[in-house]
């Protein structure tokens, strides 16, 4: 069959007429990834969001960026069972101590864990709304947290990784850390006094001198360069990467002050053994991913650790790209597989903020918009590293566009029985391939494609939606394995679009009316090209879009534990290696509820 489709290709020369297909095109059809795919169960977290205000769209983005990856996980390793493999696990959840927190609920008169149970309700609730499938939501102040904090404390302790020690410096309540003075600067406050701030976020900082605890980060130095340095793709994406390893390189790394006075502080898990010390809040927020895999007692603990990926804000990078794997090195923990740091939404090319008044509601979005139309429009926008503009009207012209124009157009005009004369698979006849792309120079064809083809050649269409086909499993492997949603995404709208571009030209509402053998045949292929295309855009849109794909691969037969990559490459198979045709005759049911409803944008201003 492999040289079958091979002479497919080559006979395509015998016309001066038609262009013989790219090296690329033959490269990609007989060609196979390298990868065996991701082994481990998924473990995917997002940051603890703070509750010293609302959840705004950047928290969402970065739950939404981990849901994707942990039903991405869930699809790929786990469609063939689950045995051999730990419980798939997605975190998400609240921090709820610090100085910030307790400053916010003293001015709210709320008690401060009054203060993180409506606060955490809030972001729960957003997350519900969008379709977010964590399985853990854990709360920082909830007692099987503390527990683990305090034991691995204790464990840094045992290995003389934490000393008492005098520290000064210049702390930003807001960021909840000390800042090196390199990384401050000097400037005029609204009133004209002068302020320092933070160089890198901006938030006002303030000279402090306590005797706090330590621990020994210049120590764990070398071994932190030496992670990046064998893992150059453990930080996503790779400017991310050069940012860490420029800190690490630079002067002023210093030991880490990882308590507070409790005199200070007092909302916050005491220090063991000496309840005048707050344990340091990003260290015990940073332990929240130790919680939910259930160290140190869970007997499952060593099968699930450790995270196969950690999504973050860019903006915390800093604590999870140095003092979390500095940590978890001092306690001889294995380190995170992949960190992904993304950027800010902006919204009239502003960073989103209340004092602007460019702040769209986040517990809107699902009931203004619908959770699809959210996640899509947040999935394919490039938010990695750059700041991406947030827009209501976008979203519903992503989702018309993109969805409802596209896919769910393509899939009707599929259903219908002017097109479709029966719902039944064809098969892949692959003896016809050379006269579906136009290589025969000797048959004349006694039907005619009618007028209207006006999306260009349809041999080279044919060609097109081949390669891209055939590409779009690798590809999104790729850009999966490497954090790049959006080029994913991307990836299979392609698809899709060449898909409508073969499916309209060839106009099948009239090869149906046709009795010509040819005819019959183009019909044939080009439908099974075409259902093909959407199967393998739905199964790598699926992480996405949720319920919506699901619902088209039901009405096309696609069982749940075939929607993956390895359903998404049979088509290649087939055409390429031989592989039976399993699918060849398989009825598959009409769609009458296509879930693309468009927005009505007539009235729409941004």
Request: include cysteine.
């Given at each position: 069959?492999?040289?079958?489709?091979?002479?497919?290709?080559?006979?395509?020369?015998?016309?001066?007429?038609?262009?013989?297909?790219?090296?690329?095109?033959?490269?990609?059809l007989?060609?196979?990834?390298?990868?065996?795919?991701?082994?481990?169960?998924?473990?995917?977290?997002?940051p603890i969001?703070y509750?010293?205000?609302?959840?705004?769209?950047?928290?969402?983005?970065?739950t939404?960026?981990?849901?994707?990856?942990?039903?991405?996980?869930?699809?790929?390793?786990l469609?063939?069972?689950?045995?051999?493999?730990?419980?798939?696990?997605?975190?998400?959840g609240?921090?709820?101590?610090?100085?910030?927190?307790?400053?916010?609920a003293?001015?709210a008169?709320?008690?401060?864990?009054?203060?993180?149970?409506?606060?955490?309700?809030?972001?729960?609730?957003?997350?519900?709304?969008?379709?977010?499938?964590?399985?853990?939501?854990?709360?920082?102040?909830?007692?099987?947290h503390?527990?683990?904090?305090?034991?691995?404390?204790?464990?840094?302790?045992?290995r003389?990784?934490?000393?008492?020690?005098?520290?000064?410096?210049?702390?930003?309540?807001?960021?909840?850390?000390?800042?090196?003075?390199?990384q401050?600067?000097?400037i005029?406050?609204?009133?004209?006094?002068?302020?320092?701030?933070?160089?890198?976020?901006?938030?006002?900082?303030?000279?402090?001198?306590?005797?706090?605890?330590?621990?020994?980060?210049?120590?764990l130095?070398?071994q932190?360069?030496?992670?990046?340095?064998?893992?150059?793709h453990?930080?996503?994406?790779?400017?991310?990467a050069?940012?860490?390893l420029?800190?690490?390189?630079?002067?002023?790394?210093?030991?880490?002050?990882?308590?507070?006075?409790?005199?200070?502080?007092?909302?916050?898990?005491?220090?063991?053994?000496?309840?005048?010390q707050?344990?340091?809040?990003?260290?015990?927020?940073?332990?929240?991913?130790?919680?939910?895999?259930?160290?140190?007692?869970?007997?499952?603990?060593?099968?699930?650790?450790?995270?196969?990926?950690?999504?973050?804000?860019?903006?915390?990078l800093?604590?999870?790209?140095?003092?979390?794997?500095?940590?978890?090195?001092?306690?001889?923990?294995?380190?995170?597989?992949?960190?992904?740091?993304?950027s800010?939404?902006?919204?009239?090319?502003k960073?989103?903020?209340?004092?602007?008044?460019n702040v769209?509601p986040?517990?809107?979005?699902?009931?203004?918009?619908?959770?699809?139309?959210?996640?899509?429009?947040?999935?394919?926008?490039?938010?990695?590293?750059?700041?991406?503009?947030?827009?209501?009207?976008?979203?519903?012209?992503?989702?018309?566009?993109?969805?409802?124009?596209?896919l769910?157009?393509?899939?009707?005009r599929?259903?219908?029985?002017?097109?479709?004369?029966?719902a039944?698979?064809?098969?892949?006849?692959?003896?016809?391939?050379?006269?579906?792309?136009?290589?025969?120079?000797?048959?004349?064809?006694?039907?005619?494609?009618?007028?209207?083809?006006?999306?260009?050649?349809?041999?080279?269409?044919?060609?097109?939606?081949l390669?891209?086909?055939?590409?779009?499993?690798?590809?999104?492997e790729?850009?999966?394995?490497?954090?790049?949603?959006?080029?994913?995404?991307?990836?299979?709208?392609?698809?899709?679009?060449c898909?409508?571009?073969?499916?309209?030209?060839?106009?099948?509402?009239?090869?149906?009316?046709?009795?010509?053998?040819?005819?019959?045949?183009?019909?044939d292929?080009?439908?099974r090209?075409?259902?093909?295309?959407?199967?393998?855009?739905?199964?790598?849109?699926?992480?996405?879009?949720?319920?919506?794909?699901?619902?088209?691969?039901?009405?096309?037969?696609?069982?749940?534990?075939?929607?993956?990559?390895?359903?998404?490459?049979?088509?290649?198979d087939v055409?390429?290696?031989?592989?039976?045709?399993h699918?060849?005759?398989?009825?598959?049911?009409?769609?009458?509820n296509?879930?693309?409803?468009k927005?009505?944008?007539?009235?729409?201003?941004?």
């Amino acid at each position: 069959m492999a040289s079958m489709m091979q002479r497919a290709i080559g006979m395509r020369s015998l016309s001066s007429q038609v262009a013989c297909p790219s090296l690329q095109f033959q490269r990609r059809l007989t060609c196979r990834s390298s990868s065996s795919g991701p082994a481990r169960s998924p473990f995917v977290t997002t940051p603890i969001y703070y509750v010293n205000s609302n959840p705004h769209v950047g928290h969402i983005y970065s739950t939404l960026l981990a849901d994707v990856h942990f039903r991405w996980g869930k699809q790929e390793v786990l469609s063939g069972g689950s045995e051999g493999h730990a419980t798939p696990l997605f975190s998400t959840g609240t921090d709820e101590h610090g100085l910030k927190i307790q400053q916010a609920a003293q001015a709210a008169d709320r008690s401060p864990i009054d203060h993180c149970d409506i606060v955490s309700d809030q972001f729960k609730n957003l997350f519900d709304s969008c379709d977010i499938s964590y399985t853990d939501y854990i709360r920082t102040t909830e007692p099987r947290h503390l527990k683990t904090v305090e034991h691995f404390w204790n464990v840094l302790v045992d290995r003389g990784f934490i000393y008492k020690g005098s520290f000064s410096g210049w702390y930003s309540v807001s960021d909840e850390c000390f800042v090196p003075e390199i990384q401050t600067e000097v400037i005029a406050g609204d009133d004209g006094s002068e302020m320092r701030i933070s160089t890198e976020s901006g938030n006002p900082v303030e000279w402090t001198s306590e005797d706090n605890y330590m621990f020994r980060l210049t120590s764990l130095v070398p071994q932190l360069k030496q992670w990046f340095i064998d893992n150059p793709h453990v930080i996503q994406p790779s400017v991310a990467a050069s940012s860490i390893l420029a800190f690490l390189e630079g002067s002023d790394v210093t030991d880490l002050s990882v308590s507070r006075s409790r005199s200070r502080l007092q909302w916050g898990i005491p220090v063991p053994g000496d309840d005048t010390q707050t344990i340091y809040v990003w260290l015990d927020a940073l332990v929240n991913y130790l919680t939910v895999a259930g160290y140190p007692d869970d007997p499952n603990f060593e099968q699930r650790w450790p995270p196969t990926v950690q999504v973050v804000g860019k903006d915390i990078l800093k604590f999870h790209a140095i003092y979390w794997p500095a940590f978890l090195l001092a306690a001889g923990l294995k380190l995170p597989e992949q960190l992904l740091a993304h950027s800010h939404w902006t919204m009239g090319q502003k960073k989103m903020s209340k004092s602007r008044g460019n702040v769209y509601p986040a517990k809107d979005l699902a009931s203004d918009f619908g959770s699809v139309a959210v996640r899509y429009f947040l999935a394919v926008n490039n938010c990695i590293w750059e700041e991406a503009e947030f827009s209501a009207v976008k979203i519903k012209e992503r989702y018309n566009d993109e969805l409802a124009d596209i896919l769910g157009n393509l899939v009707t005009r599929m259903m219908s029985k002017k097109c479709l004369k029966s719902a039944v698979y064809p098969a892949m006849r692959l003896d016809f391939l050379p006269h579906f792309l136009g290589c025969n120079p000797d048959r004349e064809y006694s039907w005619q494609l009618g007028e209207g083809n006006e999306g260009g050649d349809i041999k080279q269409l044919s060609v097109d939606l081949l390669e891209h086909l055939v590409a779009l499993p690798e590809l999104a492997e790729e850009s999966m394995s490497r954090c790049r949603v959006h080029t994913t995404v991307c990836s299979t709208v392609t698809v899709l679009r060449c898909a409508n571009a073969v499916f309209h030209n060839f106009q099948p509402w009239k090869l149906t009316k046709s009795s010509d053998e040819m005819a019959v045949k183009h019909l044939d292929f080009c439908y099974r090209l075409c259902l093909e295309a959407v199967i393998a855009a739905c199964i790598v849109l699926r992480p996405v879009i949720t319920q919506h794909a699901d619902d088209i691969l039901e009405n096309l037969a696609v069982q749940e534990n075939d929607r993956n990559l390895a359903r998404a490459r049979q088509f290649r198979d087939v055409l390429i290696n031989g592989a039976e045709d399993h699918v060849a005759g398989m009825e598959f049911t009409r769609a009458t509820n296509i879930p693309f409803r468009k927005f009505d944008l007539r009235s729409e201003v941004d």
